[in-house]
């Protein structure tokens, strides 16, 4: 059975600074994922996917997330923090097992202070 | 970019009433569509997914005649919350992908508050 832990709740870094959110997931195959961003009462947007090809994902916003196997781990990383990168942010795992339906983490909450 | 829309956005009604909601593919053909629930400040809790001309496939404890779904064309997935109640208020989003099967594409999401 797959599943995805988003490790920290919520995060708060100040602006210019590196963001990190934390992802482990756990599948029987191999794995298709993604990093999804929420602003307060809109849906989801794609910030980026891993569908077994580079490991290392760009996205848009500058933000990019590295798939380490070994480690089961799929962290989204920022290098400079923006005001507009407070959301909430979800992990989700996916993979062929009943049909690609998708798991999604708790979400991480990410302040940006001033 | 694949573009996924989501109908109302918001809707407040009377405790009873019965409540639509269209989530409609706008630049591709969604094979496949999935509703979602998400209570405040939780995860999404994925409710039913639905292939196009086929019966919608139900999560457990998700009540089918209470949450009807439609996918009768590539472009449009209809849900219905039937008789509803203030517990059933909540933010309800739809996304939609093709048959590659990834990734999904998100609606904006429909804010349903019952009186």
């Known amino acids: 059975a797959q599943s995805v832990t988003q490790l920290d709740s919520h995060v708060s870094v100040s602006e210019g600074t590196p963001v990190l959110l934390r992802c482990n997931y756990s599948?029987?195959?191999?794995?298709?994922l993604f990093w999804y961003v929420q602003h307060p009462n809109k849906g989801l947007q794609l910030l980026l996917k891993?569908?077994?090809?580079?490991?290392l994902v760009k996205g848009i916003n500058g933000f990019e997330a590295e798939f380490k196997k070994s480690e089961t781990s799929f962290h989204l990383t920022k290098p400079s923090a923006h005001m507009s990168d407070a959301a909430e942010y979800f992990c989700?795992?996916?993979?062929?097992?009943?049909?690609?339906?998708?798991?999604f983490g708790a979400g991480t909450r990410l302040f940006v202070k001033a | 970019g694949a573009v996924v829309s989501q109908h109302p956005s918001w809707v407040i009604c009377k405790s009873g009433t019965s409540v639509k909601i269209e989530c409609r593919s706008l630049?591709?053909?969604?094979?496949?569509m999935f509703w979602y629930r998400q209570f405040p400040k939780q995860s999404l809790m994925l409710m039913a997914t639905?292939?196009?001309?086929?019966?919608?496939?139900?999560e457990q404890g998700v009540e089918k005649d209470k949450f009807l779904i439609n996918h009768a064309s590539l472009t449009l997935s209809t849900l219905t919350v039937t008789s509803a109640h203030p517990e059933d208020s909540s933010f309800y989003i739809c996304?939609?992908?093709?048959?590659?099967?990834?990734?999904?594409?998100f609606g904006d999401g429909t804010r349903l508050s019952i009186l």
């Open positions: 639905s292939n196009e001309g086929s019966k919608a496939t139900y």
């Open positions: 599948s029987s195959y191999s794995p298709s």
């Open positions: 891993y569908t077994s090809a580079a490991t």
């Open positions: 989700v795992v996916s993979d062929a097992t009943g049909g690609f339906k998708t798991i």
């Open positions: 630049d591709f053909q969604a094979t496949t």
């Open positions: 996304s939609a992908r093709d048959f590659r099967g990834q990734p999904q594409h």
